[in-house]
């Protein structure tokens, strides 16, 4: 059974970091896409960053140069360090799985490729 489990939500001012975390189990980490998502009150979810079996990273323009996407599949973890963080970044943040194995991003950010999701981490930026 395919479980995701996010940690390290938190509220932090303008300017400050956070760093989430999420957990996999159930599957074979090393052979996915993963991705964060994240989802403000009364808007739609949005991708954030993915991150390939190789590596490779893809961002949302809104977050480039401020977020980091990274894996350890010896952990079977996805990270995202936060950085510089906006009010507009408030959000409940989702770690999910590709639906396709073979590794590849293939879906980018499109949530409709991303087939198992992670509870949540709210996130609050204060200014």
């Known amino acids: 059974q395919v479980r995701l489990a996010e940690s390290g939500g938190g509220s932090v001012q303008a300017g400050g970091s956070l760093r989430l975390s999420c957990t996999a189990s159930?599957?074979?980490?090393?052979?996915?896409?993963m991705a964060w998502f994240r989802q403000a009150p009364g808007k739609e979810r949005e991708g954030v960053a993915n991150?390939?079996?190789?590596?490779?990273?893809q961002y949302a323009e809104s977050v480039k140069g401020r977020f980091t996407i990274s894996r350890d599949n010896d952990k079977n973890t996805l990270y995202l360090e936060m950085n510089n963080l906006q009010p507009s970044d408030t959000g409940m943040y989702y770690c999910?799985?590709?639906?396709?194995?073979?590794?590849?991003?293939?879906?980018?950010?499109?949530?409709?490729?991303?087939?198992?999701w992670g509870q949540g981490a709210q996130v609050t930026v204060s200014s």
């Open positions: 991150i390939d079996n190789v590596a490779r990273t």
């Open positions: 999910a799985r590709a639906t396709g194995s073979g590794g590849s991003c293939y879906a980018a950010l499109d949530p409709g490729g991303f087939r198992y």
């Open positions: 159930g599957y074979i980490f090393r052979t996915y896409c």
